[in-house]
Every structure is written in C-alpha cells, then in structure tokens.
C-alpha cells in the first residue's frame, strides 16, 4: 500500500512542530510548507509564502517533491498567531490571503480535505482591549464571535473562507477553534503561576496540548463526509488549581447563564462537539504537580 502523504503549513512553528511529528509516527510522509526553515527539522520542508498563490499552488503539487502520490490533505497552521504583535494590516494581509490562497490552491490540485486553524480568539474577549464576560458557559459553537481585535477577525473571515471553498469545491474543511497551545515544556512555567490566576483569565483557562491538537488533525483528515464547521478543541480541564466553579465566582461573576453544570475543574469552552464528530479523546492533561 503506498504511504499516505500529508502537507502541514507552519509547520517550523509551535504546534506545527507536533503535528508533525504525530503523522510522521502515524506513517505518514509530511512535508511542510513554510516561510523559514524549522529549529529541528522532521520533515522536509518546501520554503514558500504562503500570502503567494503561485508560491502555495507550487508547493502544493504532487510534482513538487518528485512524488506524484496525491496528498491525503493539508493541515493549515502557517498564521501570526497572536493579536498586538505586527502591524494590523500586515496580520489581516498575512492570515488572511494565505487560508484563501491554501484553500484556493486545495481546490486547483484536487487535494479533498483540509483543516485550518481558527481560535478561541475569534469570540472576542482575549484580545478586547476590556475584557467581557462569555454570554454564556461553557462557550461553545454557537456562542457569538465578537472579536474588536484585526486577529480575530482574521479568525471569523478564516472560517468565511473555508464555507466559501467547500460549497465551491466540495473541500471537507474543519476549521478548529483552538484553545492556548501548551508543548511540555510549558507546563512549568504555567504551574509556577497557579498563585495569579488572572494570567489566564483571558483564554478562560483554557488549554490544549500540542500532541492532542495533533491526534485531533489526523482524525479530521482521516473522516470522510464530516463537510465543513468550526470546531472547538480544548481540553477537558483547566490550567488552574482551582475549581471552575471559584474561577467563575472570583472572575466571572456577571456569567448567570450556564448550558451545563460546570464541575470539579472542568474547562470553560467545551469539546463535546469535537468528541462527537471525530471520537477525539484527550490524552494529556494538566499536571498538578
Ligand atoms: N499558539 C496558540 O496558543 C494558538 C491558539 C489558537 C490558535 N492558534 C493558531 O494555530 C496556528 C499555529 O500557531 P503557532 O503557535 O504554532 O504559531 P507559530 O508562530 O509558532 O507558527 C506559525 C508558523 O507559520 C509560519 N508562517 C507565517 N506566515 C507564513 C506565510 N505567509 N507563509 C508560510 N508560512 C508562514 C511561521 O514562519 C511559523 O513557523 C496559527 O494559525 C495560530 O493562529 C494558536
């Protein structure tokens, strides 16, 4: 049986870096497509700016490689990923054309399925210039994007995009609402910090560690039929020693509208729809200790 093959854009940044690794244990060949070359290279890596059509539709050709197996998929994450950190125009410019031109390009190679990555940036209130409470908890789906932040926004019109390209070409394109990103290492610089609970406010203490976003990839380009929606993945739990339920009282105490009981120190956004479509399951959860 060949091998499957996979793109991964962004693939020299942070959660690109495990993706990688999990389709390559998952027998995968992967190439990444990105605009430098990564710290520790796992894969080969095709240098391309993805903001160029003709840059992304090359990269993206089976003949580019000198394999002409089709790709199983391509899995989005090349971005800037953070709101306040470049110029507003450059990271509307940048998120922006690259998801088209990626999606775009998807649709001329005849490559069928891909994931893009949104983020819980899109509803609005980790980079509103005044914090507001989620109308609800834990946020899900459904809940409003409300973004007042050009990085969100690029996260809303992301999403825009994909509903375009699959109504188009017929692209599966899930497009995850990804929590905070933790690789190992972050998780001790995080519990050093249980003490100022207001450091995570923003992300409503949400996590997800790299390799279960990773698993979560996978999932989504190894389905068929699963069409195109955002989806929300975050852990279970919190990255909070405390009870969601304190979280709620000491930092939320407008939120009077719950969808669910929140327990112990369940999560604030919710995977459940993840679980339901893909059967995605966690397997790393915060340490304590
Ligand atoms: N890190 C998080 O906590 C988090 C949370 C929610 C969503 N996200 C999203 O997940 C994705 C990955 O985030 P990350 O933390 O790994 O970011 P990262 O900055 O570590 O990696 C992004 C990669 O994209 C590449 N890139 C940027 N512009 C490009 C272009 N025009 N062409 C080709 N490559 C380009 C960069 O060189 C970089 O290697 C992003 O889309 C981000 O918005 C991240």
């Given at each position: 049986?060949?091998?499957?093959?996979?793109?991964?854009?962004?693939?020299?940044?942070?959660?690109?870096?495990?993706?990688?690794?999990?389709?390559?244990?998952?027998?995968?060949?992967?190439?990444?497509?990105?605009?430098?070359?990564?710290?520790?290279?796992l894969?080969r890596?095709?240098?391309?700016?993805?903001?160029?059509?003709?840059?992304?539709v090359s990269?993206?050709?089976?003949?580019?490689?000198?394999?002409?197996?089709?790709?199983?998929?391509?899995?989005?994450?090349?971005?800037?990923?953070?709101?306040?950190?470049?110029?507003?125009?450059?990271?509307?410019?940048?998120?922006?054309?690259?998801?088209?031109?990626?999606?775009?390009?998807?649709?001329?190679?005849?490559?069928?399925?891909?994931?893009?990555a949104?983020?819980?940036?899109?509803?609005?209130?980790?980079?509103?210039?005044?914090?507001?409470?989620?109308?609800?908890?834990?946020?899900?789906?459904?809940?409003?994007?409300?973004?007042?932040?050009?990085?969100?926004?690029?996260?809303?019109i992301?999403?825009?995009?994909?509903?375009?390209?699959?109504?188009?070409?017929?692209?599966?394109?899930?497009?995850?609402?990804?929590?905070?990103?933790?690789?190992?290492?972050?998780?001790?610089?995080?519990?050093?910090?249980?003490?100022?609970?207001?450091?995570?406010?923003?992300?409503?203490?949400?996590?997800?560690?790299?390799?279960?976003?990773?698993?979560?990839?996978?999932?989504?380009?190894?389905?068929?039929?699963?069409?195109?929606?955002?989806?929300?993945?975050?852990?279970?739990?919190?990255?909070?020693?405390?009870?969601?339920?304190?979280?709620?009282?000491?930092?939320?105490?407008?939120?009077?509208?719950?969808?669910?009981?929140?327990?112990?120190?369940?999560?604030?956004?919710?995977?459940?729809?993840?679980?339901?479509?893909?059967?995605?399951?966690?397997?790393?959860?915060?340490?304590?200790?």
């Amino acid at each position: 049986m060949p091998i499957p093959r996979i793109l991964v854009t962004g693939g020299s940044g942070k959660a690109g870096h495990w993706i990688i690794q999990h389709f390559l244990e998952s027998g995968y060949d992967v190439i990444n497509v990105d605009t430098r070359r990564p710290a520790t290279p796992l894969c080969r890596t095709i240098v391309a700016d993805l903001t160029q059509l003709g840059q992304t539709v090359s990269a993206f050709s089976a003949h580019s490689t000198g394999n002409r197996a089709p790709y199983a998929g391509v899995v989005h994450m090349a971005a800037i990923p953070r709101a306040h950190e470049q110029p507003n125009d450059e990271i509307f410019r940048v998120n922006n054309l690259s998801t088209y031109n990626v999606l775009e390009a998807c649709g001329l190679l005849g490559i069928r399925k891909a994931v893009i990555a949104s983020s819980e940036s899109s509803y609005g209130y980790c980079f509103a210039d005044r914090f507001f409470a989620p109308h609800y908890l834990p946020v899900d789906e459904a809940h409003p994007q409300l973004p007042e932040d050009t990085y969100g926004l690029t996260k809303v019109i992301n999403e825009l995009t994909a509903a375009m390209f699959h109504r188009r070409d017929g692209t599966q394109i899930l497009s995850f609402r990804i929590g905070n990103v933790v690789c190992p290492e972050d998780y001790a610089p995080i519990r050093a910090r249980f003490d100022q609970p207001e450091d995570r406010l923003r992300m409503l203490w949400s996590y997800i560690d790299a390799r279960d976003l990773a698993s979560a990839c996978r999932l989504a380009i190894e389905q068929d039929g699963l069409g195109c929606e955002p989806v929300i993945i975050a852990a279970d739990d919190t990255s909070s020693s405390l009870t969601t339920e304190e979280l709620v009282k000491r930092y939320l105490p407008g939120t009077k509208t719950f969808k669910r009981a929140l327990t112990g120190r369940d999560a604030l956004i919710s995977n459940a729809r993840l679980k339901a479509l893909l059967g995605w399951r966690q397997a790393h959860f915060f340490p304590l200790t």
